[in-house]
């Protein structure tokens, strides 16, 4: 299930108007903390959407009962009903059961709460599971789809996909660019972005992404939107967001398959590992430019990805241990 769908399938207005109150008002004593705490405003919003499908399913399946008489076996249920019921992969059910065991610490360490044991902290998490391959795709793949839309005269679209592919930014990254950072021709970097953990960076751009800033914000023309995303025209006009980023590049997955006839299922998260990887291996086209035939470390790219240690970049490239092993006794891999 895509991201949203879940939330959409699950929440019913008139079942919630229902939910036992004790339970609302943790909700809401908990994100009052978060706002204090300045959590971003989008991590908000998606702990509200997980504690309600929580508090929904207590109210649907527990008889409405306060979450904190709720005991582990209620909690083991729960986690079982979301993969088994829900069909919700591992990875989504261990995001709930974490943001239910967070609510429940949170109610745990406030002296005004009357709860001292989390029993959802001894369910165990489900295993990962590897939902799909990572798409990665080569620089030419990249260069070919930026020129047909150039073609097309989808120049917002060049622009994304071209700042993707230079500064390897998340989606949520990507949507808080402001196009006041694109008038500068000498300029090689966005404003300020927040990411993972509240950090904030600047995302970097190279001359693939200047070409198509400059031709789409020509044809954009003036408004006062500063977002560098926007939807609509005229006085509809408004800035996208990181769904409209997200459905932007699904269409540009549709145009690259039609063009390499084949299917290309890439997505937003697609373009950091290509990135990476191809300023890895040295076939970046700003490899070329800059002179880097040999490509970036892994600690250079740590830096442009903005991760913590270098171990999670090294995540992010091809596992390359079948060519190492093919190239060391001289002969060449088949599928």
Not at 88 to 95: K, P, T, V, W
Request: aromatic share 10%.
């Amino acid at each position: 299930m895509e991201r949203g769908r879940i939330y959409n399938k699950f929440f019913n207005a008139e079942e919630w108007e229902l939910v036992n109150p004790d339970n609302k008002e943790v909700i809401e004593d908990y994100t009052l903390e978060l706002k204090q705490n300045q959590k971003k405003k989008s991590t908000i919003e998606q702990y509200n959407a997980d504690w309600k499908i929580i508090m929904l399913y207590i109210y649907r399946k527990l008889k409405n009962a306060s979450i904190l008489t709720l005991t582990k076996k209620d909690f083991r249920k729960f986690s079982l009903y979301l993969t088994e019921e829900c069909q919700m992969s591992n990875a989504r059910s261990n995001r709930l059961m974490s943001a239910l065991r967070s609510l429940l610490t949170y109610c745990e360490d406030d002296d005004d709460i009357e709860y001292e044991n989390n029993v959802a902290k001894k369910v165990k998490g489900l295993p990962k599971k590897k939902v799909r391959d990572i798409i990665f795709l080569s620089n030419e793949q990249v260069l070919k789809l930026k020129d047909k839309l150039l073609e097309l005269c989808d120049y917002q679209k060049a622009t994304l996909l071209m700042l993707g592919f230079d500064s390897a930014g998340r989606k949520g990254e990507l949507a808080q660019v402001q196009k006041h950072s694109f008038y500068d021709l000498e300029r090689s970097n966005t404003n300020k972005v927040i990411g993972k953990r509240g950090k904030e960076f600047y995302l970097a751009y190279f001359s693939g992404t200047k070409e198509c800033a400059k031709l789409y914000l020509e044809q954009r023309g003036e408004d006062d939107i500063e977002s560098m995303w926007t939807l609509g025209s005229g006085d509809n006009l408004r800035a996208a967001d990181e769904d409209n980023i997200y459905e932007w590049v699904l269409t540009m997955a549709k145009l690259l398959s039609n063009i390499e006839g084949k299917e290309i299922p890439f997505n937003v998260h697609s373009l950091r590992h290509s990135s990476l990887e191809e300023f890895n291996t040295g076939d970046h086209y700003v490899c070329v430019e800059l002179g880097k035939e040999d490509g970036f470390t892994i600690q250079e790219l740590q830096l442009l990805a903005n991760h913590e240690s270098s171990a999670t970049t090294e995540t992010y490239l091809k596992d390359k241990k079948d060519e190492k092993f093919a190239s060391a006794f001289g002969f060449t891999m088949k599928q």
